[in-house]
């Protein structure tokens, strides 16, 4: 079955240091969603790309988060510098544009991440 | 603004009970719904989905029930199994963004042997 492969699965680092999350889509899939889950604040969409170009970061703090996608093949997720807050697991999906639902996310098994 | 929330955070059921797991929405231009399921360490799992212009949809064990009127929604487990233990997610797409899909907070589901 085609998957969404995420890396790390975890990662533990100290604040103010710089982290990056990668992401690897399901190949033919044109749009990739970063998601950051948490207890309190559960499912939170962070930004998504369609063809590699951002459509929507509103989710995410811009100060130290940034999201892009240097080629169809891989999406990253860096933040700079790192706080203890940010500690969560960190989802990517992809999809095919205009199709939700079981045609549409695919979700990878997220990045523990663990600021201290 | 539009949120998705659910009226029970956890539900234990007795193996083989039918179990239903309720969601509210506030926002009326939504037009899609979906509900995931999400097992411990994995990314949330697609389960079933419904449109706006219906009021029910049935999958293998699964039936997801569409109130407009009262802007709930609901899942419905049959024969609930030990292997449907996990946390289900309620989740709304709105017209303005087809690709948008907003998570709501999700209900803990514990089947008892």
């Known amino acids: 079955d085609a998957r969404v492969t995420q890396t790390p699965r975890h990662k533990v680092t100290e604040m103010g240091q710089e982290v990056t999350m990668r992401c690897q889509p399901i190949?033919?899939?044109?749009?990739v969603f970063w998601y950051r889950q948490t207890m309190m604040q559960g499912l939170e969409l962070l930004a998504y790309?369609?063809?590699?170009?951002?459509?929507?970061d509103s989710g995410m703090p811009k100060d130290r988060f940034s999201a892009e996608m240097p080629d169809a093949t891989l999406a990253t997720l860096k933040i700079q510098p790192s706080e203890p807050r940010d500690s969560a697991v960190y989802f990517c999906a992809s999809g095919i544009q205009g199709v939700v639902g079981n045609y549409g996310y695919t979700f990878g098994s997220g990045t523990r991440l663990t600021v201290v | 603004g539009e949120s998705v929330g659910l009226h029970l955070p956890t539900l234990s059921v007795q193996e083989g009970d039918n179990s239903i797991i309720n969601c509210a929405y506030s926002n009326s231009a939504s037009d899609y719904f979906i509900w995931y399921k999400q097992e411990s360490g994995k990314g949330p799992q697609f389960i079933i989905d419904?449109?706006?212009?219906?009021d029910k949809r049935q999958g293998q064990r699964v039936t997801v029930l569409l109130n407009k009127t009262v802007k709930h929604l609901s899942l419905q487990i049959a024969a609930t199994q030990p292997g449907d233990s996990a946390v289900y997610f309620c989740a709304e797409n709105m017209k303005t963004s087809y690709d948008k899909v907003i998570f709501g907070p999700g209900t803990s589901l514990s089947v008892i042997p």
């Open positions: 790309f369609r063809n590699r170009a951002p459509l929507d």
């Open positions: 190949l033919g899939h044109n749009t």
């Open positions: 419904i449109r706006s212009n219906m």
